[in-house]
Nanobody
Framework: QVQLQESGPGLVKSSQTLSLTCTVS??????????WTWIRQPPGKGLEYIGY???????NYSPSLDSRTSISRDTSKNQFTLQLSSVTPEDAAVYFC????????????????WGKGTQVTVSS
């Protein structure tokens, strides 16, 4: 089965860049209908969409984070990476990667194969 796993530092200093990696197993990072996605959940709050990258390298970012976000992929390693620059304590959250799905001909969509999440703390 398809599995995703987040990895990266659990503690980042304010103003520095957070770098997280999602490792995909069970499938190649190919396919027209898949969107390799980052989502986060601050403590006591709901889920927040960060952005995605497609098999072809196209990206989409949340407008609120667009200026600080970069998502890339390395298909040879079956990984995709989140970089979030200029972090503040408000960026502390559990960060998830997931496989998004959208098929235009029938409108089917969803977010599947979530990783377990990784806790990121930001020091002042």
């Amino acid at each position: 089965q398809v599995q995703l796993q987040e990895s990266g530092p659990g503690l980042v200093k304010s103003s520095q860049t957070l770098s997280l990696t999602c490792t995909v197993s069970g499938t190649a990072m190919t396919g027209t209908y898949y969107y390799w996605t980052w989502i986060r959940q601050p403590p006591g709050k709901g889920l927040e969409y960060i952005g995605y990258i497609t098999y072809g390298g196209n990206t989409n970012y949340s407008p609120s984070l667009d200026s600080r976000t970069s998502i890339s992929r390395d298909t040879s390693k079956n990984q995709f990476t989140l970089q979030l620059s200029s972090v503040t304590p408000e960026d502390a959250a559990v960060y998830f990667c997931a496989r998004g799905f959208y098929r235009d001909y029938d409108g089917r969509s969803g977010m599947y194969s979530w990783g377990k999440g990784t806790q990121v703390t930001v020091s002042s």
